[in-house]
C-alpha cells in the first residue's frame, strides 16, 4: 500500500505507522524507455496509465 493510499487513514488514527524508519519517500515510478523508433502498442498503453495516473 502506498502512503497516498493509507494518508487518509494515518491521518483519522486507524492505522499507525510502525516502520517508518524504513519507509523511504517515493519519488515517483521510473520508466527507461526501449531504443527502438517505435514502442509496441502495450508499452504506450504503459506510458499513458503512468502519465494518467501522475495528474491524481
Known amino acids: 500500500m502506498t502512503e ?3 494518508k487518509p487513514q494515518l491521518a ?3 492505522l499507525v505507522r510502525v516502520v517508518g524508519d524504513w519507509c523511504p ?3 515517483g515510478y ?3 524507455y526501449p531504443s527502438r523508433r517505435q514502442a509496441s502498442p502495450a508499452f ?3 506510458v499513458d ?3 494518467y ?3 491524481v
Do not use: E, T, V
Request: charged share 20%; no cysteine; aromatic share 10%.
Open 49 to 51: 496509465a503512468l502519465r
Open 30 to 32: 521510473h520508466l527507461y
Open 12 to 14: 483519522s488514527g486507524r
Open 53 to 55: 495516473r501522475g495528474k
Open 44 to 46: 504506450s498503453l504503459l
Open 4 to 6: 497516498g493510499q493509507a
Open 25 to 27: 519517500p517515493f519519488s
